[in-house]
């Protein structure tokens, strides 16, 4: 009589096991002692028992790691994980080059000041056969220098990318999670831009600022959220009158940012002008510092590592750790940074805090960059 106390093992996830477990269990059942278990029909059935139960094990396996930011593997998921975390990952990185521009007036001109308008393009000398362009970021107004008979524009940053612009309009019933995807790859969060406008009869417009701390957001603060979504690119949004400023229905959503080549642009190093400043042509472009600190957007490993130690940080600037990975997410120039206080030199130097930096190409720090990182980072 056969043993119908037979127990079915479901601890096999190898196919040919759980078909041997299944032919098994059914050999010692009453109902199938007759059965010849390697004749084609009844073969067939079992491997379709077989498949089912492994292709179930799979995908269960599968759910099972995407559930956690340590196993993950999907990007979706693990920006998924680093979004519960706080924690928004980098975009590419546009190279970063500085040079100082210098524009001869005409003879019998008296313009006394010029400004360097925003999105200036600069063109770099051929780098393994292909020239990048280069563009000034943030408007810039210098006096006419009698002594050179020209306008001195020094310590420029300029950024290998091409500046898009993109217009939204919001309207409540079609849009009422108020958030806008933008639609390139391989733009630079760092250069956003994010303006709104009244209306499409109202010219005013105001800039909102990237909210990185909701703790300190007002219901009328002018900000915007960040974050990126299940494609691998970039969606803004806005705040709903608890937490920042919502949007009005007729509001013209303006962004602006660069879509760069990430680090294929890395040590271009002689640039010219391309457009023409305040109709003047003649210029000279002295590199100071070669372009570097491109990268493309930031890796899987590299969330998985940055995520959890952005969330223990805080945003906060309180020990070394916190302001090590505050520099590494806020300032992408620097290949490598260390942090430590005063007391911990000998002698001892209380009340002070030092950082030490590699940067991402050669082996200076330009006073510029340090004071970037003193006024603008930390």
Same mark, same amino acid.
């Given at each position: 009589?056969?043993?119908?106390?037979?127990?079915?093992?479901?601890?096999?996830?190898?196919?040919?096991?759980?078909?041997?477990?299944?032919?098994?269990?059914?050999?010692?059942?009453?109902?199938?002692?007759?059965?010849?278990?390697?004749?084609?029909?009844?073969?067939?059935?079992?491997?379709?028992?077989?498949?089912?139960?492994?292709?179930?094990?799979?995908?269960?396996?599968?759910?099972?790691?995407?559930?956690?930011?340590?196993?993950?593997?999907?990007?979706?998921?693990?920006?998924?994980?680093?979004?519960?975390?706080?924690?928004?990952?980098?975009?590419?990185?546009?190279?970063?080059?500085?040079?100082?521009?210098?524009?001869?007036?005409?003879?019998?001109?008296?313009?006394?000041?010029?400004?360097?308008?925003?999105?200036?393009?600069?063109?770099?000398?051929?780098?393994?056969?292909?020239?990048?362009?280069?563009?000034?970021?943030?408007?810039?107004?210098?006096?006419?220098?009698?002594?050179?008979?020209?306008?001195?524009?020094?310590?420029?940053?300029?950024?290998?990318?091409?500046?898009?612009?993109?217009?939204?309009?919001?309207?409540?019933?079609?849009?009422?999670?108020?958030?806008?995807?933008?639609?390139?790859?391989?733009?630079?969060?760092?250069?956003?831009?994010?303006?709104?406008?009244?209306?499409?009869?109202?010219?005013?417009?105001?800039?909102?600022?990237?909210?990185?701390?909701?703790?300190?957001?007002?219901?009328? &603060? +002018?900000?915007?959220? /960040?974050?990126?979504?299940?494609?691998?690119?970039? #969606?803004?949004?806005?705040?709903?009158? *608890? @937490?920042?400023?919502?949007?009005?229905?007729?509001?013209?959503?303006?962004?602006?940012?660069?879509?760069?080549?990430?680090?294929?642009?890395?040590?271009?190093?002689?640039?010219?002008?391309?457009?023409?400043?305040?109709?003047?042509?003649?210029?000279?472009?002295?590199?100071?510092?070669?372009?570097?600190?491109?990268?493309?957007?930031?890796?899987?490993?590299?969330?998985?590592?940055?995520?959890?130690?952005?969330?223990?940080?805080?945003?906060?600037?309180?020990?070394?750790?916190?302001?090590?990975?505050?520099?590494?997410?806020?300032?992408?120039?620097?290949?490598?940074?260390?942090?430590?206080?005063?007391?911990?030199?000998?002698?001892?130097?209380?009340?002070?805090?030092?950082? &030490? +930096?590699?940067?991402? /190409?050669?082996?200076?720090?330009?006073?510029?960059? #340090?004071?970037?990182?003193?006024?603008? *980072? @930390?």
């Amino acid at each position: 009589m056969a043993n119908t106390d037979q127990k079915l093992v479901v601890t096999e996830l190898d196919f040919a096991q759980i078909k041997n477990n299944l032919k098994n269990f059914l050999r010692d059942q009453q109902e199938f002692t007759d059965f010849d278990f390697e004749a084609s029909g009844m073969s067939t059935l079992l491997d379709v028992l077989a498949y089912n139960t492994h292709y179930m094990a799979y995908y269960n396996n599968m759910i099972a790691n995407e559930m956690f930011l340590d196993t993950a593997i999907l990007r979706d998921s693990v920006v998924s994980h680093a979004k519960m975390l706080g924690y928004t990952p980098v975009s590419s990185v546009a190279p970063r080059a500085t040079i100082n521009l210098q524009i001869t007036r005409p003879a019998g001109d008296t313009t006394a000041s010029l400004t360097l308008p925003r999105f200036t393009r600069f063109q770099s000398t051929p780098l393994n056969g292909i020239s990048y362009t280069f563009v000034n970021t943030e408007a810039k107004t210098t006096n006419y220098d009698p002594t050179c008979n020209r306008f001195c524009f020094d310590d420029l940053y300029i950024y290998q990318g091409q500046p898009l612009t993109y217009t939204f309009t919001y309207n409540a019933t079609n849009n009422p999670t108020a958030s806008f995807e933008l639609p390139d790859a391989g733009i630079d969060t760092n250069t956003l831009e994010v303006l709104v406008q009244e209306s499409s009869t109202s010219l005013r417009t105001e800039r909102f600022i990237l909210s990185t701390d909701v703790m300190t957001v007002s219901s009328n &603060a +002018a900000v915007y959220y /960040l974050e990126e979504t299940r494609n691998g690119k970039y #969606k803004i949004y806005f705040g709903d009158g *608890v @937490i920042g400023r919502n949007l009005l229905d007729g509001n013209i959503v303006i962004v602006n940012y660069i879509r760069t080549d990430g680090p294929a642009a890395n040590k271009s190093n002689a640039f010219s002008l391309i457009d023409s400043v305040g109709g003047f042509s003649n210029s000279i472009v002295y590199p100071i510092k070669a372009a570097s600190g491109g990268a493309v957007q930031e890796s899987v490993p590299k969330i998985r590592f940055s995520a959890p130690k952005a969330y223990v940080s805080n945003n906060r600037g309180v020990t070394k750790e916190d302001l090590i990975a505050i520099i590494n997410k806020n300032y992408p120039y620097f290949e490598a940074v260390n942090v430590w206080g005063g007391e911990e030199n000998d002698p001892p130097i209380y009340g002070k805090v030092f950082i &030490a +930096a590699k940067p991402a /190409l050669g082996f200076e720090i330009t006073e510029s960059e #340090k004071l970037d990182v003193i006024n603008n *980072v @930390i």
